[in-house]
């Protein structure tokens, strides 16, 4: 039997513009009456519509369906399939990830208030960053772009953070010599198969006293910022022992102002 191209979408529950997309892909075959220029479906198209939907359902690309549908040896059709499970366990895994990453961001934040200007002592897990700043300035630098558009990708994971130029800067009144740049967790990077190269700066693990300020959407960095905690360490005997890290958590967007919720986190013996 032969059915117009509307009673064969409506027929077989999908939508006109669908049945020619799997025409342009050669899955269905209408005939054409050359008085009138209509498309004609029979029942055999029907069935190929079908067993199309049903590799599509799998997430199996379209292209490759009509390669299926067109003439495929069996295991040509068990490989396929096997590649739509294996791509699929993968979304799985990152989803997984992902969803675990989002976790940890809320759980982080959570407790924002509380954490404002008091100190706590913490271990920092070990991360690779990119340096993409002198002070507020952005860098220019050709060989970077690549990493940069790639770990752009991987946000959440990558996160935005400063690093002071040198240890001993902290001790300097005034502006600080710092730089910002994209970070990654070494467990994330792990977990990710990130490459690395030799753009990427490595941090290992370390100690630290950890705590959250308010800063200005425009301020620079400066010594003040984070004297509590210098003064926190001088009286619980502790000694700075390396460059001051942190990372932006957020910024609140305010009608008069915008203000950066920021970590800093420096490292003691």
Not at 63 to 80: F, K, T
Not at 153 to 164: G, I, V
Not at 214 to 233: G, I, P, R, V
Request: charged share 25%.
């Amino acid at each position: 039997m032969k059915y117009s191209i509307g009673e064969f979408a409506s027929i077989l529950g999908i939508t006109a513009d669908t049945l020619r997309l799997y025409e342009k892909h050669d899955i269905v075959r209408p005939e054409k009456d050359c008085r009138n220029n209509y498309r004609y479906f029979n029942d055999l198209d029907a069935r190929n519509l079908l067993s199309s939907r049903w590799y599509r359902s799998m997430q199996i690309p379209l292209h490759n369906v009509a390669e299926l549908i067109n003439g495929a040896p069996a295991e040509r059709v068990v490989d396929s399939i096997y590649a739509a499970q294996l791509q699929l366990e993968e979304e799985i895994r990152r989803s997984t990830m992902l969803l675990d990453k989002i976790n940890a961001i809320h759980n982080g934040l959570t407790g924002l208030e509380a954490a404002l200007y008091t100190c706590r002592i913490r271990q920092m897990p070990g991360m690779y960053r990119i340096e993409q700043t002198d002070k507020n300035q952005l860098l220019q630098k050709e060989d970077l772009k690549q990493t940069v558009q790639a770990w752009m990708d991987l946000l959440p994971f990558t996160f935005y953070s400063f690093r002071t130029g040198d240890a001993q800067s902290i001790s300097w009144s005034g502006e600080l010599d710092y730089s910002w740049g994209l970070a990654l967790l070494e467990e994330d990077q792990q977990k990710l198969g990130v490459s690395i190269n030799g753009s990427m700066q490595y941090i290992p693990p370390y100690t630290c006293i950890s705590s959250v300020i308010l800063t200005s959407y425009e301020d620079y960095l400066e010594h003040k910022t984070f004297q509590f905690m210098l003064d926190y360490a001088d009286e619980q005997g502790y000694t700075v022992s390396g460059d001051i890290f942190g990372k932006i958590l957020f910024t609140e967007r305010l009608r008069d102002e915008n203000r950066t919720y920021l970590e800093i986190n420096i490292p003691i013996v």
